[in-house]
Nanobody, 123 residues
């Protein structure tokens, strides 16, 4: 059974930084692309960033240049460094494991999800 547990969320001011972490259980972490998604109240869950097993990274246009995704396979951990935060970044952030070959940004391509961590950015 795979478990993903996010941490690091909080309430910050616009322009501040936060670092999210996702602790993954299971010995096969290194064999999967991992990603971050977010969901704001009343909105669909949306793709934020992903990192492949080759360490190739992907970003949504809205966060490119401000967020950095990374992984530590030895610690089975996924991270999201978020800089220059904006009020529109306010959402619950989820980490997820990619199971399907299609759609890096499609929620249906991911099979395991964490419970989420709240990020609130005030202006």
């Amino acid at each position: 059974q795979v478990q993903l547990v996010e941490s690091g969320g909080g309430s910050v001011q616009a322009g501040d930084s936060l670092r999210l972490s996702c602790a993954a259980s299971g010995p096969t972490f290194s064999g999967y692309t991992m990603a971050w998604f977010r969901q704001a109240p009343g909105k669909e869950r949306e793709f934020v960033s992903a990192i492949a097993t080759t360490y190739i990274t992907y970003y949504a246009d809205s966060v490119r240049g401000r967020f950095t995704i990374s992984r530590d396979n030895a610690k089975t951990a996924l991270y999201l460094q978020m800089n220059s935060l904006k009020p529109e970044d306010t959402a619950v952030y989820y980490c997820a494991r990619k199971a399907k070959s299609f759609g890096i940004s499609a929620t249906t391509a991911y099979d395991y999800w964490g419970q989420g961590t709240q990020v609130t950015v005030s202006s």
